[in-house]
């Protein structure tokens, strides 16, 4: 996914397209008929949506949960796919970039795979191509016959340096989160790499955008080990390239859960994450926060696109929502299918 040669970018004509698509979004009165549904019954309901298209081409082969997880994947895709194909020049570049955390997840879930000894066909039920990585590739990494093998295959990707450098780690360790955070670290380094030194306005918030995301994430990491309790360097975890922290803060803060807290109040994301605060100081566990964090990300990103509608911001927000919504209706077909009640679906859910 390279700059395409011909064309300025041209963000009115995306944006008009991306608000279009992001009117068609399920919304809270979708979910709270979903939430009470069967399979087969949020398998119809999806037939009379924008999701008609792969359910239908779907349906002779797959039902049930298997049937709208396949269908969520392909539309995910498809929609994405729509994205690079209207964007042309810097847009286009900014778009396939971000994209690429698609391919960041189908490592992991590669590497995850692997390491449990899952079969192949369960490894790919969970890919999602939506990055650059294409099918004959994704498909040698899943046949892969070790992790090594798979960091090697990756060698000539944008991980391969990063992953190259954690193997020795994970075979001291024997646990995945070497690779994992390298593959992170990874994408968000080729995310910030050749920014402009000068940037323009809609630059400027392209590059909130992303500061934004990796605060969020180092902020979701450091509770998750301040909470844990357990014995892990910080730094570990630590992505570079946010504006909230620095390794050095990450590692104090960690260990003090109430002085992090604080500290995020009083940032720039304060306001944009109070609800989230909230709702960490009144949880026994972090999941209420981190989706409230999830939630807040997503207005934090609306917020940038109404500070400049023609920026890649309104597209990076629709790419946003866009697997918010897919994740939102897994979790629910899931959750039907194990048996869990009305309450403990909702609880699940991130919804703006």
Not at 18 to 41: C, N, Q, T
Not at 125 to 131: C, P, S, V
Not at 260 to 285: K, N
Not at 300 to 314: A, F, H, I, T
Request: net charge negative.
């Amino acid at each position: 996914m390279s700059i395409k040669e011909d064309g300025t970018a041209n963000y009115e004509y995306v944006t008009a397209r991306v608000r279009s698509r992001r009117a068609s979004l399920f919304d809270a009165d979708d979910y709270r008929k979903l939430v009470r549904m069967g399979p087969g019954e949020i398998a119809r309901f999806m037939e009379e949506t924008e999701y008609e298209g792969e359910m239908n081409a779907l349906g002779s082969r797959f039902s049930g949960v298997d049937l709208i997880e396949y269908a969520l994947n392909e539309n995910l895709a498809k929609h994405f796919d729509d994205l690079l194909d209207w964007a042309d020049g810097q847009l286009y570049d900014y778009v396939a970039r971000y994209l690429r955390k698609f391919d960041a997840w189908n490592v992991k879930t590669v590497f995850r795979g692997l390491y449990s000894d899952a079969p192949s066909a369960e490894i790919e039920d969970d890919l999602i191509e939506a990055g650059e990585f294409t099918d004959a590739f994704l498909s040698r990494l899943v046949d892969a016959s070790s992790i090594e093998e798979a960091v090697e295959l990756l060698s000539g990707t944008m991980f391969g340096d990063s992953l190259a450098d954690a193997l020795e780690t994970y075979e001291e360790e024997g646990v995945l989160v070497p690779l994992e955070n390298a593959t992170d670290r990874a994408f968000y380094a080729n995310l910030l790499q050749d920014l402009p030194d000068e940037p323009n306005r809609a630059e400027e918030l392209y590059i909130q955008f992303l500061r934004a995301e990796i605060d969020f994430r180092n902020l979701r990491n450091a509770l998750r080990l301040a909470r844990s309790g357990a014995e892990i360097e910080p730094s570990e975890y630590f992505i570079e390239g946010g504006r909230l922290f620095d390794e050095a803060t990450v590692r104090q803060l960690a260990s003090n859960p109430d002085e992090l807290v604080a500290r995020v109040r009083e940032s720039p994301y304060g306001d944009d994450l109070d609800r989230a605060l909230d709702e960490l100081e009144a949880a026994d566990d972090l999941i209420g926060f981190e989706h409230a964090l999830d939630a807040a990300l997503l207005e934090y990103s609306d917020k940038l696109s109404s500070r400049y509608p023609l920026s890649v911001c309104p597209v990076l927000a629709y790419v946003l929502a866009k697997e918010r919504e897919v994740e939102n209706i897994r979790a629910i077909a899931r959750g039907r299918e194990a048996g869990l009640s009305t309450e403990e679906i909702e609880e699940e859910l991130v919804i703006q």
